[in-house]
Structure formats: structure tokens, C-alpha cells
């Protein structure tokens, strides 16, 4: 496996990171533990070292997973966890809209660090931006844990470019994760540009497109009501059948490099900046051996360009989240 420095950090991680959301929240009931922790144990061993998290994603379930199948590998790994909502007060995973109020992220970075069973938090995002408490705000109380020894890198996620530079001249961001993928490019226009200018990696979430560019879904897929994409306006059948186009294409460039839909997709984010590093997840070994199989994949620049041509001329069909939940992006 190859590894891959986030900017100007020096915090240096596997080419391809390993998202953990769907192991237990998300994307149906959550799934058996000792399961999910063969899967961690798979990507160690096949060099994945950077690994999401979110206390949102189920507070004593996913980062009580991580800390338990990663256990053994203390100290040679990466992981990244989150902070910026209120849970809900019940319990259950999700939450009760947004809190990055300072004391509330020095709250949520002690109780991750005792989940997670780690000394510091590798890299500790603000999971979306609070638009009721000043980025600076929030910066100055990462900043304090950074010189605290319980957090090690700032990073945030869906924001403005402008956001992200205002906090950077608080305390320097070390990567940003936003949705990136062949079917939303919404991070092109400014927030790439400026991430490249300031030197911060940038960590696309959902790089298969939540499974669809993975040529095993369309129309006729059925999604389970405790599926979150059951919500979303792209993953309607009208939409998936529209957007098929884009999962075609992947499978005819796939087809002159012996390669599958899922791994051109994230061959196309390889080669687009060596500071990127996408984070799919998965909860199965043979996806996730797949999905490696990317790294050695190589787009020349006239695969990149056959892509980008073709990729104009396919108009994404659906909104990527309900409008509330948009709402809460800032790009």
C-alpha cells in the first residue's frame, strides 16, 4: 500500500483511507461486531492505516468498535473521529442539530478519547459547520486541545472555502473531508483550489457515490426503510435509472484497464492530487480488497481527460441529501 501526507501536515496515512460509518450506522441495522472487526483486522493487514469515525455515528457503538478491532495495532494507525452535533437524547445513533460550541467540542474530544481507548485523537474534524458559533471560536478550542496533548491534527468537513481559511489562520486545518465523487463535484470550484494553496489535505467521503458507482445498484434495487439512501432524491429508481450513464462509462474505462467500475472511481481521485486520499467504506473483505485494487491503477492524463469529456456530458440526475440536510453544508 501506498501512503499519502494530508498537505503540509506531515501527518502521513495509506493512499486510501477505510470509512467505518456503515459498520454501524447508516446503512441498515448495525452490522455483527466480530464481523465488522475481521474487516478491521483485513484492512491492517492489507496496509490500510487511516480510519473514520464520528461520536454521531453511534456513540458506544462505532468508536467502541475501532477501539476494540484496532486495539492491537496502537500507535500504527490513524484515526480520525468527530465532533459538532448534539446526540440524541436517547442514545440511539444520529442527533439533535448542531453544537460546536467550545465547551461542547472539549467535552465530545474527552469522551472519544475514553471510547477510542487512546491517548490523542489523531485528527479531530468538526463534522459540519455551526453557523451559531464563530469558526474562530471553534478553531481556538481544537487549538487548546492540540496544546492539551489530547488532539493531534485539526480538520474540517463540508465547509466554505472561506470558513476553512478563516480557521486555518487559527489553528492550521490539516485535511478537509467533503462528499467527492464522479457524481458530485460540488469541492472543484473553490474549495479545492484554495486547499492546494494552503497546503491541507483533502479526504473525500463517499467516493463510490454511497455505493451507486459501483455498478451493483439501479433501478430495480430495493432499499431497506433503515437505509439512509432510501431518503436521498438520487437514489429514487427515476433517478438511479438516469444516472446510470456514469456507472457505463466507469465500466467501459474499466474494461481497458481490467478493472472494475468501483476501482476507476477511485483511480480517478488518486490521480487527481497526491494529497487526496478517499475514505470507502465497506463491510465486507472482498469489497475492500477491491477497492485497494485501486491504488495500483494508473489514469494517464488522456484516461483523465476521456473521463472528464465524457463525464461533462452526463447531467447527475437527484439532489445528493434532502434540502434540511443540505442546509447544513457549507459549499
Known amino acids: 500500500m501506498q501512503s499519502r501526507k494530508l498537505g503540509k501536515s506531515g501527518l502521513e496515512v495509506s493512499a486510501l483511507g477505510l470509512g467505518c460509518m456503515g459498520m454501524s450506522f447508516s446503512y441498515g441495522p448495525p452490522h455483527d461486531k466480530q464481523e465488522m472487526i475481521k474487516v478491521l483486522h483485513a484492512a491492517v493487514d492489507r496496509g490500510i492505516t487511516f480510519f473514520d469515525t464520528a461520536e454521531v455515528y453511534g456513540p458506544h457503538t462505532n468508536e467502541n468498535l475501532l477501539a476494540e478491532g484496532l486495539a492491537p495495532y496502537k500507535g500504527k494507525v490513524v484515526i480520525a473521529t468527530k465532533f459538532g452535533f448534539n446526540l440524541n437524547l ?37 463534522h459540519r459547520v455551526d453557523p ?14 492540540i496544546e492539551a496533548g489530547k488532539v493531534k491534527h485539526f ?10 481559511r478563516r ?92 478493472a472494475t467500475p468501483a476501482q476507476i472511481a477511485l483511480a480517478w481521485l488518486l ?7 478517499p475514505i470507502p467504506g465497506t463491510t465486507k473483505v472482498h469489497r475492500l480488497e477491491e477497492n485497494i485494487g485501486a491504488v495500483a491503477i494508473e489514469l494517464t492524463p488522456d484516461d483523465l481527460k476521456q473521463i472528464e469529456e465524457a463525464a461533462s456530458q452526463i447531467k447527475v440526475e437527484g439532489a445528493r441529501y434532502p434540502e434540511h440536510i443540505e442546509k447544513m453544508t457549507g459549499l
Not at 478553531?139 to 487548546?144: N, R
Not at 489562520?169 to 485535511?175: E, K, N, R, S
Not at 490521480?271 to 486520499?277: G, N, Q, S
Open 90 to 126: 436517547d442514545g440511539s445513533p444520529g442527533w439533535q442539530g448542531l453544537n460546536s460550541r467550545p465547551e461542547r467540542i472539549k467535552a465530545v474530544a474527552d469522551a472519544s478519547l475514553k471510547r477510542l481507548k487512546v491517548d490523542a485523537i489523531d485528527l479531530f474534524y468538526q
Open 132 to 145: 451559531d458559533v464563530p469558526i474562530e471560536d471553534v478553531a481556538g478550542a481544537v487549538k487548546d486541545l
Open 155 to 164: 480538520g474540517m468537513s463540508e465547509a466554505a472555502a472561506k470558513t476553512i
Open 167 to 258: 480557521a486555518h489562520a487559527v489553528q492550521p486545518v490539516t485535511a478537509v473531508q467533503s462528499e467527492y465523487s464522479l457524481w458530485t463535484r460540488g469541492p472543484e470550484a473553490e474549495v479545492l483550489p484554495m486547499l492546494e494553496e494552503l497546503g491541507i489535505g483533502f479526504v473525500p467521503y463517499s467516493p463510490l457515490g454511497k455505493g451507486f458507482l459501483t455498478g451493483k445498484m439501479d433501478e430495480n434495487t430495493k432499499l431497506d426503510k433503515t437505509d439512509f439512501r432510501s431518503t436521498l432524491p438520487r437514489f429514487t429508481p427515476e433517478a438511479m435509472k438516469a444516472n446510470q450513464a456514469l456507472v457505463d462509462l466507469l465500466g467501459t474505462i474499466g474494461k481497458s484497464k481490467n
Open 271 to 277: 490521480a487527481l492530487k497526491p494529497w487526496i486520499v
